[in-house]
């Protein structure tokens, strides 16, 4: 049991591995795909970065990590935010996505950059409650409290104003600024004129917004400006991120290749040894199973032994043990000629009446009962229990062996059944219940004793004898032991018996009896 569960242990653990080996594989490579749309959208080439970084979000699922599907549905909201117009609604419903999954994993940068292009997207069509609901949480982000709106003088809103041109020419001279570090940069020309051009055409949408705006919507813009300078900035240096990101991707991609190589030949070492070992315990559980096996077989030759002497036990409750060693040794018994046997008869008086009141089971209980005292008794005596017929019960003694059992212990053994009976009377009249009375009768004489047939075998007797035997107990009453002239004369120094005198038994005239008494 031990070797199965260690074989079963590598087993598990050997596919753990390769497990936990594809699982790296795949991460690297949502990395990699990551990092090559963010540099695709960087280059302007959109459409194969939203395709790319839609497969990305499609295999994050397998990692049963939400901060991979937030990142990979942020970079493909991005890349159909690029696309124009047509794809913003899908690039709101991404951005939303990965704005509540970067929640639940806490992931504050990625809520920072959601909410920065959720802000521009109803900036562009112009949705005042988005633009303040997104405003709010970013916020919340950045620990700055949004001001109150008010209702002030005009001067208030000319001093806005004011402030909103002053921070246009900050962001102009910005501009300057991002177009010498962009030069300096990785990028191409065309890539670092489109940056500053996409600069200038937000600053000049926002001179044109200033001249329309009242005291509430100045005040919302200033806010949105103050916002703008951080969210710019942050964009600037995550894109200076991605560049390097970008030009760093072929090192890490020899780095990852090489830790693969050196993880394949680990992995092929663990599952040589492992091999190894598989074979040692199956060698080992070969000898404990040839060990076992051998204890079971002699376990089972146990049982058999035990089986056959319950076999052999039972065989010599059904027939006399020289019958039953002829029976095993030959297949068949001869019947015998016995010329002296004592042939012992009992019957129930009125068991037919009696066996109308009891339930079955009572009746079948209390025949149980009374003939176990019968075998009990018999066996005391050495008798030899023939057999049961309905109420009557037989059985001899002088055979198998003629000296075992003599006429008096045949007496003896017809005196204890009445007593027993007698005994067991009393407790059933106590109990207010029915009761059993038997009449026995006995005759000495020769019979014929054997077994025959081919199924279920039965030791039995025939002859004359037997047919007198049972008219002695017809003869008989209850209470009483009859017995006839030829046992009469073999017992009668033993036992004090009286004379009946001649009683006619059918067919065979009248027939000497005899009472014997207590």
Known sequence: MRSTLLIFSLFLFAVSVVAQDDLGDKKAQFNQSIAQAQQLIAQGNYAQAAEIAEAA???????????YDATALNVY???????????????????????????????VDLQRDNLEYLTLIARDRGKDRDIREYTDQLNALNGVTAPLPSSKSPTIVLENKGALKEENAKLYEQ???????????HQTKSQSERSLQKFVDIISSQQAAIKEMNEKQAKAALVLIQQK?????????????????????????QKEAQIKLKQSERNMVLL?????????????????????????????????????????????????????????????????????VSVLFADFKNFTLISETLTPEELVSELDYCFKGFDKIVGKYNLEKIKTIGDAYMCAGGLPDPYQAPPINVIKAAMEMQN??????????????????????????????????????????????????????????????????????????????????KISVKNKGEVDMYWVEN
């Open 229 to 253: 300078k951080l969210v710019d900035s942050l964009s600037y240096l995550k894109f200076k991120d991605s560049l390097v990101i970008s030009s760093n991707l072929a090192a890490l991609n």
């Open 175 to 185: 501009v300057a600024t991002l177009s010498s570090e962009l030069s300096s940069s």
């Open 420 to 501: 027993f009976l007698q005994e067991h009377k009393k407790q059933r009249l106590a109990e207010g219940r029915l009761f059993f009375e038997a009449r026995i009768g006995i005759h000495t004489g020769p019979i014929i004793a054997g077994v025959v047939g081919e199924k279920k075998f039965a030791y039995d007797i025939w002859g004359d004898t037997v047919n007198v035997a049972a008219r002695m107990e017809s003869s008989s009453d209850a209470g009483k032991v009859n017995i006839s002239s030829s046992t009469y004369h073999l017992i009668k120094d033993q036992f004090k018996c009286e004379y009946r005198g």
């Open 77 to 107: 909201a991005k890349a159909l935010y690029s696309m124009g117009a047509k794809q913003r609604n899908k690039a709101i419903v991404n951005f939303e996505k990965s704005l509540q999954l970067a929640k639940g994993k806490r992931m």
């Open 57 to 67: 979000a499609a295999s994050a699922r397998d990692f049963h990590d939400f901060s």
């Open 272 to 340: 040589f040894a492992g091999l190894i070992l598989l074979i040692t315990v199956g060698i080992y559980n070969r000898f404990i199973n040839i060990k076992r096996n051998h204890a079971v077989l002699e376990e089972k030759n146990k049982i058999i032994q035990e089986e056959r002497q319950r076999s052999e036990n039972l065989l010599l409750n059904i027939l006399p043990s020289s019958i039953a060693e002829e029976l095993k040794k030959y297949g068949q018994a001869p019947t015998r000629r016995y010329d002296s």
